[in-house]
Structures are given as structure tokens and as C-alpha cells.
């Protein structure tokens, strides 16, 4: 096959990503005001989700791939009108059927889905993750620029992701009766598209306190940092709330048969009401003061300029719509599948970045706290920010963390990165990027602490002949992300947070040495045709085919970190 084709050129490349930019439905959008199109696309996505998100039975294989693909779809589909349509009308203008909206809608989301998936290979592409090339019969195959990456993203995805998977609380609708809920709102007709219901207070709050309980896993930052005119904490309540609001009003509309009116409840589906209602009802459900709810309405409310220059929004960030100055509407599914903690903290960046830049520095003090507090419960010596100077005191960097094991001497310098699960190709890359310059930083400063250990016991208090005899390594520690291989080196491995506590507390209680070479001798990847087996990826748009190698995967079976961890012992070989 490589001698029938030759990888692409960088001018091949654009004329490729031009050819699939011109997939994109212009003329029809701008034939549609924008207002009229924002909401047809919100209800179409309602039953978009509630047709496909069914069929993903609990967190199987395939159901993250395939939710983040209707959350990206939708994220291009509402750039494009927001991008491409008419200008806003009245409500008094609105068309009195939005059928043909609704229709043209679904049919936006299908080609956004397409859309999506070949514009995150190109992005691969261009970013030097994948390499292209041209086939006999046009088709453009590409394959991993490095062939060994594969077990380290499928790592990332089933190991290092915010949601633990071998952790997974219970379903929070497991004390909700569908029926003690129907009797409670009392559903009836009000007009042949439309119904009314009282508000079930008793369901909403059982739900929301269950939610709260489900959601905590979610929640990883410090409760009381400010994120603007309110917390993180707030934050959560608010959201919590929300959450629970839409599920309870989507429940309601799809469920109430026995009301029949046409269309089956799906014309309510999208809440519309004046910004002070919406911070009205939600102070009452939340319990914020007024102008809290309304300042994290304002934040959540969506704003086309973070979506359309520089590094962009994704549209999960921002449930809510203005339609006209005076009319909100929110997407009850943008909230239900959104990590709020992680899309909030991403908005952050665009809203406040000279906050959400000193909130880095807070997440990474705090990690490296608890870090030495876990370090020092297995009896390990620990510094942290050390600053250490080369010639004419030139300072040369800091360690964030030193882990000293003085029974069997061995020392650790490690790097320490808090990601906040990233899941869109740009963030991915950026944090790719910060986790190469970690193994630099480390590898800089384990050879200055190697080369000076008298100055480095010095520094410590210690005494001078400290250090002879010891080993002395490197390592970055990081939550939620590794780097899907695309950042490494042979000798400073990037830890998980999960897998060192996994390898220093249960199910295998062992010292620091062993995490070390464990991650060295990468003993802790899934196998592939025994956790999972890799699958190709073809997407077909606007005459282009794209075909990636052995890209997609699918679980075969879980990974069980009491079994499927392969220790190391302290020569490099594998203890059973």
C-alpha cells in the first residue's frame, strides 16, 4: 500500500479541508432568520437525544464516543446559524408551524455530525497527530503519525477521564415514580399543541437532592473560589437545580400521553420565559440570592462571540438563548449532558481570564498539598517548590514536589499538572503541550538535583552525605490526563493521579520505586485485543472520504486495576 500512495501536501491538505468547508449549507441558513433557526434547532435536538441517547445503555462502549459526537454536532450546527442566518425577527414574526424548520433542523444536525468527525481528523492532521495520504480510488487514509499511541489514548479515555469507571454511583432517577410524578403535575391540555402542569415540587426536590449526590463526582474544584459575582459552590446548586428542573419538564412533556395533544407534548419541550423569570423561578429551586442566579444566568446565556473567533466556546458551555431581548430560551439537553465544572471553568478563560489564570496556581498548590499529605502517610520525605540556581545564582526552575524514600533511597522529582478532563481536540493539544514542557522542567531538574545532591541537601537541612547512594528519578503527576502518548519520555513517565493511588494505596499497597518503573515500563496500558480492539474510522462529506486506520476502539472489557496492572519490581522486571 505505501508504494501506491504518497502522504499529502501541506497545500493538498487545505484544498482538502476547503472542499469540506463547502459542505456547509449557506444558502439554505441565510434564508432563515437566526431567532426562528436558534430555536427550531433547540427542539430538534431535544428529540435528536431523545431518540439516540437511549439506544447507549449506561456507560457501554461506544456511549461516550457517541454522546461527545451529538454534543460536537450540535456545537457546529448552532455555529453555523448563529454564523450564516438571517437576521433576528420579532417573536410576533416567528412562522406559526415550524415544521419545515424542524425538518431542515434534523437534517443540519446530520450533516454536522459528518462535519464533525472530519474536521476533528483534519485537525489531528494538521496538528502532526495523524498522516495523510491518497488512495487509488481518491479516498484519503490516514494513519497515526506514531503507531504506538493507540494503547495511551485508549488509556486516557478509559483510565485517566474525570469519571472514574469502576466508580459509578447510582442512577439518580431511582426514586422517581413516573407516575407519582404525572399525578403531582397534574398534566392537562391547554391548546391542541401545548400543555400545562402544576409545578411537582414533592418529585423536584427528591430528584434534585439525589442529582446533588450523583453530580459530586463531577465537582473537583475548591468550593468557595470566586468565579465571578459567585462561587463554584453556587455554582453547583445552581446547576444542580437546573438540571434537575429540565428532567423533570422533559419527563413531563414526552411522558404525558394520555393528554394527547398534537405532537405529543414536543412543542413545550423548549422553555421560553423573560431573563427575571428565569432568575425568579431559579432563585426559588436553588435558594441563591437573586443576584447570583442572575449572574450565572447571564454566564450561561450564549454569546456568539466566544463561538466564532480565536480559541472558541463549545456551545455545551451555554445552555441558554436569547431569542429576542426579552425572551430566554434554554436546551434542557445541552444541560443534562453537561460537566458544568469543566465547561465552566473552559468559559472562564474566554469570560475572566486574569481570574481563571490565579485559579490555576490555587488548583495546583491544592493538588500538590494533598500530593505530599498522601506522600507522607507512606512514611516518604517530602519538599515542595524547591528553587534551584545554576551559575552566577541564575535561577533555573523549581521542583513542585520532591518524594524522598529513605528506606530504600530513592527520590523522586515530579512535576505536578491538574487538567480538568479534556475533551475537545483544542484542549487536548494545549494540554498536550503543558505536559511536554513538564518533562522538560522535570528532566532539567532531575539532573540538577543528581549532579548537586550536596547543595540539594543543603537546601533541605539535611546532611551533606545525604544523598550518597541514592537513586534519584523524575516524574509528572497529573489528574485526569495523560497526554495520549503524544507526550512522553523514556525515563520521566507521566503518572496518573488514579493510578498512583491505585499502585501506593488499594488494591496494591507498594512504594514509590515500583510506581516509578511500573509507569517507566508502562505496565499499566490496556492490551490491546484483550481490553479493547481498534476499529477504522471512515466519514464521507461533500465528495471527500476520509478513512483513518485502526483510529476508532471499542471496549472489550474492562480494565480492572486489582488485575490488569503489570507491577514492576525494582530491576526493571514484573512481580506477580
Known sequence: MGGEMTYLSPAEISEVDRQIDDGIPIDELKAIPRNVMVLALLQQFEDFNRITIPQLVGNGPGHHEKTKLIQDAMHFAMTWVYQYCAADVPISSFPKSLTKHYIFAFHLIQIAENYSV????????RRGALRAARSADSTIILTRASEDTGAFEVSDSIINGCDDPYDVPDNPFCGIKLADLLSEAKVRKASKHHIQYD??????????????????????????WEAGSYTFSDLRSFFVALKAYCCIHSMICLQSHEVRVAGGGLADLILCKRPSAWANQMTRLCGLPFAKTKAIIDDLTFDPSLYLTGKK??????????????VLALSNELVWVSNVERNHWNLLEKLRPTLQSSLKNEKENIFIGGLKTEFEK???????????????????????????????????VCEVKWFNAPDRISEVASCISQLKEAIGQVRTARTWASDHRTALAQRLNLVEDYFDGWQIEGAVISKNFTGNGQARDIAIPIISER??????????????RILWQTCVDRGYLPVLAGHYDEEDMTVDFNGVTLKAINYGYKVLTPFDPSQDILLSDTTGGSES
Do not use: M
Open 199 to 224: 409545578f411537582p415540587s414533592t418529585s423536584f426536590f427528591r430528584l434534585q437532592r439525589s442529582l446533588d449526590v450523583h453530580e459530586s463526582r463531577l465537582f473537583q474544584l475548591e468550593p468557595s
Open 378 to 412: 507512606l512514611g516518604c520525605r517530602v519538599s515542595d517548590r524547591i528553587r534551584f540556581y545554576g551559575a552566577n545564582d541564575q535561577l533555573l526552575g523549581d521542583i513542585d514536589l520532591l518524594v524522598l524514600d529513605e528506606r530504600l533511597k530513592f527520590g523522586l
Open 499 to 512: 493510578l498512583l493511588f491505585w499502585i501506593l494505596r488499594d488494591p496494591h499497597q507498594f512504594h514509590i
Open 118 to 125: 472530519a474536521w476533528d481528523l483534519l485537525s489531528l492532521l
Open 313 to 326: 466556546a463549545h456551545v455545551c458551555y451555554q445552555p441558554f438563548h436569547a431569542l429576542t431581548e426579552n
